[in-house]
């Protein structure tokens, strides 16, 4: 079987005209959208993220505040920061960089980050919204991941989906938002009984895990549907949780990594900070 390719980046360009002409007339009416990008020590792998997604700011015509703070800021004096944006109507959203620092509380951080600027969709009451189901802006990984099986026409409506990871940022919610369009969803986990043998239940398979090319030809079902979120940067470069070479010729349709989910959640990003200038300026 040849497998269709999901390809993120043709999704995430067609996230980013879509955006593009939201900015475009959010600014015909006098309003800027603003994103503050809010980086915490000098961790290498978030600053060049952060400067990625300053520079696709740049291209959409959203204006970037960026403040680059020191590794051993005290909780209170980032508080201060977070709240500052909060208050500032020139920024509708704000991201704080993750890793923190270990000495800085990671809760109290999100916590208090104004929801409505909450871009990443971390804020309890965005978690609790989509729990819930309702509006709100909602976690950009698996948000790309909906985004682009909707591109792709793949059907959702009543399909076994596994979502192996179970994390706030990613596992969590996009069990959610699979369940939200009728998916029957597991969760699987590092205890999980029988991995491989639950996976092949699957015919959406996701995997979030961090485990380079751990997932093989034993955990997917024939015609699966395969959404590797995985970025892990090997010895041979950057590879995603799947064992692409052994997976692809099994399953209907895979994303590949690089160019697979990653450049979905930046696109959903400046999606969410164009909704967020949207509903604030409305
Ligand atoms: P976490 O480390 O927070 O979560 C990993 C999850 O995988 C946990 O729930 C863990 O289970 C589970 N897990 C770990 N080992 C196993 C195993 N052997 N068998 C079954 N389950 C296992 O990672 P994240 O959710 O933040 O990220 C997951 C991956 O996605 C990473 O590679 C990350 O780099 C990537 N990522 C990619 C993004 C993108 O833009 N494409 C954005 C964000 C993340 P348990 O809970 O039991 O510990």
Not at 74 to 97: E, K, R, T, W, Y
Not at 130 to 146: D, E, S
Not at 219 to 226: D, K, P
Request: hydrophobic share 45%; net charge negative; proline share 6%.
């Amino acid at each position: 079987m040849t497998p269709m390719i999901i390809d993120g980046k043709t999704v995430s360009a067609a996230v980013e005209i879509e955006t593009a002409a939201r900015v475009a007339s959010l600014r015909a009416r006098g309003v800027i959208p603003g994103l503050a990008v809010v980086l915490v020590g000098d961790d290498p792998a978030s600053q060049s993220y952060v400067k990625m997604k300053e520079r696709d700011c740049e291209r959409i015509g959203i204006r970037s505040f960026d403040s680059r703070l020191s590794a051993d800021i005290s909780q209170a004096d980032l508080h201060d920061v977070i709240d500052g944006f909060n208050a500032d109507p020139h920024v509708h959203g704000i991201l704080v960089q993750q890793p923190f620092p270990r000495h800085l509380d990671v809760e109290a951080v999100v916590a208090r980050v104004s929801p409505v600027k909450d871009v990443d969709g971390f804020h309890q009451e965005n978690l609790g919204r989509l729990m819930r189901g309702l509006p709100g802006h909602r976690a950009c990984t698996p948000w790309g991941v909906m985004r682009m099986l909707d591109h792709y026409g793949i059907e959702l409506k009543g399909k076994r989906a596994v979502v192996i990871g179970r994390s706030l940022l990613v596992g969590k919610p996009m069990g959610l938002m699979l369940l939200e369009r009728d998916c029957t969803v597991t969760y699987c986990h590092s205890r999980t009984v029988d991995l491989p043998g639950v996976c092949r239940e699957a015919d959406i398979l996701v995997a979030a895990i961090g485990r380079p090319m751990m997932i093989g030809a034993q955990y997917v079902r024939e015609g699966a549907v395969v959404i590797d979120v995985g970025i892990n940067r090997t010895d041979a470069g950057m590879v995603g949780d799947v064992d692409f070479a052994a997976v692809a010729p099994i399953c209907s349709a895979i994303t590949p990594v690089p160019g697979g989910v990653g450049p979905m959640t930046r696109a959903m990003l400046m999606s969410n900070t164009a909704a967020a200038a949207e509903i604030q300026t409305a």
